[in-house]
């Protein structure tokens, strides 16, 4: 089981997550993102539709939905 992920929006590393005890740690590798360094999330699929609703708050257009919920749908 791996314990960091690398989180991506279109196309481009938001930032990654590694495991901290129960909970994963965002860590930003883009400013566009800092809003989100340092926030717990309970799996890479929570962490990764935070980045996409960030980006999309920030645009003031709904973004595309993240790949695992294309693929398995909305939790």
Known sequence: MFHAYVI???GSAA???VKDGACFTFCASDSKFSALDGRNF???RDAEAAAHRHIAGTRGR???P???ERMF???
Do not use: D, T
Request: aromatic share 0%; hydrophobic share 45%.
């Open 73 to 75: 749908g909305a939790r």
């Open 8 to 10: 991506e929006v279109a």
């Open 15 to 17: 930032g990654i997550i």
């Open 42 to 44: 309970h799996n890479a």
């Open 62 to 64: 709904p973004a595309r």
């Open 66 to 68: 993240p790949l695992s």
